[in-house]
Every structure is written in C-alpha cells, then in structure tokens.
C-alpha cells in the first residue's frame, strides 16, 4: 500500500497543475494598413466606379485585411482639401467621382466604417493637413479652399498648398478634423509625414523656399523672436497640440496618431544619415512622443535591415528610447519595396514585424500600402499568414486613457453530440468592440478573437472542452 502513495500524489499534483494551468494572455499588437485614396492608390481602383463597384473594392479590401488577421486599417479622407465622405466644408474628392465636388449618393467612411466594424476592425480617418492640390489633380471645384480663400493658399513647385504659419489656415484644418470626429465613429485621427512639403527645386536644383514670407514679417514685426525653423517648428507644433486637445475633448478615447518621416535628424555617430525632417519639413516628431501629444506614432521606417545609413532595427530602437511616456510606437512599414532589391523580400518584412514584438510599446505596425497586400507581393500574404500574424490580436492598452473597463458577459454553456455552444449577453452600458473566447481541452488551452456582432460560438465536441472562459474587449484594448 505505501508503495503506491506517491504514484497517487503524482497523478493528483497532475490533475491540479492542468486545473490550475492559466488562461493565456491573448496576443497585443496593432496591425494595420493604410488605404490611400490619393491618385487612386488603393481605393477606389479608378475613378468613376459606380456605388455598388465602390462598395465591392471596400467589402474585398477588409475581407482580405481581416484573412490577414489586421485589426485596423488607415483610410485617408482629406487627400487635397477634397472629402472621401459627406462634408459641408470641403468638396467631393475627385478620386472618387472624376470631378471635384461632384456629389455621389454614397459616403465611402460611413459605408467604411460599418462594414469595418462588423468584423472587428478598427478605423482611423487619416488626413493631410496643408496639401491642397496635388499635381495628379484634374479639376478644381469652385467650392475648393483655392477658389474660395485663396489668400490662404501656396503655389509651391507643382503643388498648391496651405500655409501652416497662418493661423487661419490651422483653424481651417481643425475644423475639417473636428468635423469628421463629431459625425463620424471613427476609432483614431491620422497625419501622415506632410506637414511643411518635402523640399522642392529650382531649375539649378537648388530647393525652393517656403513662401511664407508675409506671416514671417507680421511675426517679426510683432516682436517675434525665434529664428524663422524655429518658428516655423511652433505653428506645426501648435497645431498638432490643438488637433489632439480638440479631438479628445469631443471624445476622450479616441486614439491620435501620426506617422512621421522614419528619421528624426540624422545621427552619425549612430551611422544614421539622409532627410532630416526636423530641419526641412519642421517637423519635430520626438516632440510629440515625449510630450505625449500623440498617443502613438508611426514612424515611417521603409528601410531593410543591411540598408547602410537607414538600418531598420537601429532606428527602431532609437524611437524605443526617446519613447519616455511610454506611447505607442507602431511604425510604418513598406510591402511597396518588396522586390526593390535583392535584400527587400517578404521574409524582411516578416522579420521588421518580429523585432516589433520584444517590447508592448513597439508591438504594432502599419503597412503601405492596401496595393502591395492585394497585389500579393513576393508572397507576403502567406509570410504574414504562417509566421507574425498566424494568431488573432487584439490592440495593446492605452493606460493614459482612463476610461472604465466593459464588465464580463453572462455565459451559458451547452453540449449535444456534435458541438459545445457558448451563447452570452453583455452586461453593463460599455458595450464590447470585440469578445476574446478562451476554450480548454485536453490539449490545454487556445483562444480565438471574435468581433462583437456575433455572441456565440460553436466548438467541436470531438474536442472534450472542458471550460470556456468568454472575455470582453473594448475599443482600446
């Protein structure tokens, strides 16, 4: 008889280590895409495709960005002072219809934004804040900024542009983002890297300045003392600080993000060389993190590993260090370079997103663009299917946002031959944007990530559950 105690104590430690074997924390990562609507990148593929030709591209687009386990996509709105949605202040973006400001019975944000939604994903409405008329434009509305206050408008090389040193410009702007927070449930705001242009040239090739003058004399003349960068640096500051205290004001857990040009100034000593933003577009995008303005940013780091100069990882881990709050940073990533040389494959782009992941702060990445996900390049969809995004995700929380937490649903259970059901029902007035359902088998435990719409899930009986755990998730993770 004593010869077999131990055996028994055995098989009991067993049994209790596999009851008390934890449930598993659900894997944290932003994973996005940026649908650009500029010159017809991603949507719509042409102009002039009817409402049901428009609707379609839009259910495929998320059909497919939800096969790849993303969790939200990046839609760009405001292209040109033009509108991808309903507005009483900017005209109908060409893009969609052919002609600027010619009306369409259908708001692609709107149609976005429910669809998106329904499966779970998130949308961030994604503008660009002083570009008025990009050079592939073919027609002006008489309801366009240039026609309507053209005393706020730049020629600058090919382009037209707002002013950023004007402060009737910055409100104007405000105003189209704060517009589309108050009508719209969009999930984030989003700037990209345009903020100042990229610099263009001469005929000598020589760059071209800014014609700020006249705000740059008014300033001077009213006792102004910082250099003219520095006090370009402020307007572009002030009126990033003014975006995000509006924006939350109308509503406090919307996520603010922006994605700059992935090097901030150029370090030598860390062999980082090329576009120093912070000089030339006057954007100070270390300013923003450390400050907490944002709550992530997205540094567009479009370089491979071996590239010399512009080394993913290295500036990678530089974003992580200046990151003192302890912000998102979810950088930008380019499939579009995939093929462009003998080091840009698929597999690199599988290899940025792991280095994302050794730290919550940096786990997240948005890819440019919708096109090179669609086109399949080099494979990518399959890289990401097998080997980063082979689970599903929810967003990493942001503890700066205080809000309260969705309360857990009332879950009911039932078993017949062929299935194990879980049927639940949401308690409380903070309703979930998506249900994590956590099932333990013989195997241990698994998990999937479903959206809200649906509050059940069936499960093989071939499997023996033995429990179900259903959690509920919000918005912000």
Not at 194 to 203: H, I, S, V
Request: hydrophobic share 40%; proline share 6%.
């Amino acid at each position: 008889m004593k010869k077999t105690i131990p055996a028994v104590l055995g098989f009991l430690l067993l049994i209790l280590s596999l009851n008390a074997q934890p449930v598993p924390q659900v894997e944290r990562e932003f994973r996005a895409v940026w649908i650009a609507t500029v010159d017809n990148i991603d949507f719509p593929t042409r102009k002039n495709l009817s409402i049901d030709e428009q609707k379609a591209e839009l259910i495929r687009n998320l059909e497919l960005a939800e096969s790849l386990k993303l969790n939200a996509v990046v839609f760009q709105v405001r292209p040109q002072c033009d509108a991808l949605y309903q507005s009483k202040i900017e005209p109908w973006s060409e893009f969609l219809t052919g002609e600027m400001g010619r009306a369409q019975a259908f708001d692609p944000l709107q149609f976005l934004i429910e669809q998106a939604h329904r499966r779970g994903i998130l949308v961030h409405a994604w503008f660009n804040p002083y570009r008025a008329l990009h050079p592939v434009a073919k027609t002006v509305s008489p309801k366009h900024i240039s026609n309507t206050r053209p005393d706020l408008v730049r020629r600058y090389g090919k382009y037209l542009w707002l002013d950023p040193s004007d402060k009737e410009v910055q409100n104007y702007s405000l105003r189209v983002v704060l517009d589309v927070v108050k009508r719209y449930d969009v999930d984030g705001i989003h700037f990209d890297d345009y903020f100042y242009p990229y610099p263009e040239k001469d005929a000598a090739g020589k760059n071209i300045e800014f014609p700020d003058d006249a705000n740059w004399e008014k300033y001077q003349a009213a006792g102004g003392r910082l250099s003219r960068v520095d006090w370009r640096r402020k307007n572009v500051n002030d009126f990033i600080a003014a975006v995000g205290r509006g924006a939350k004001k109308i509503k406090p857990e919307i996520l603010y993000g922006v994605s700059p040009f992935g090097i901030w100034q150029p370090m030598p000593e860390k062999g980082i060389e090329g576009f120093n933003a912070y000089a030339e577009l006057y954007a100070d995008a270390r300013k923003w993190l450390r400050d907490g303005t944002v709550d992530y940013l997205a540094p567009q780091l479009y370089w491979e590993a071996a590239r010399k100069g512009q080394s993913f990882p290295i500036l990678l881990d530089w974003w992580k260090a200046e990151n003192i709050l302890k912000r998102h940073i979810w950088v930008g990533i380019a499939p579009y370079r995939i093929g462009s040389n003998q080091n840009f494959t698929a597999g690199e782009i599988s290899s940025q997103i792991g280095l994302t992941k050794n730290s919550i702060e940096t786990r997240g990445a948005i890819h440019f663009s919708f096109k090179s996900l669609r086109s399949d390049l080099g494979g990518i969809q399959n890289a990401l299917r097998q080997t980063v995004y082979a689970r599903d995700a929810v967003i990493p929380a942001s503890s700066w946002i205080k809000t309260s937490r969705p309360l857990a649903p009332q879950v009911k259970v039932t078993r017949d031959a062929q299935f194990v059901r879980a049927n639940w029902t949401e308690r409380g007035k903070r309703k979930a944007f998506r249900f994590v359902v956590y099932a333990k088998d013989e195997n241990g435990w698994s998990y999937s990530v479903l959206p809200a719409s649906p509050k059940s899930i069936a499960l093989s009986a071939d499997r023996k559950i033995e429990k179900i755990v259903v959690t509920s998730v919000d918005r912000l993770g």
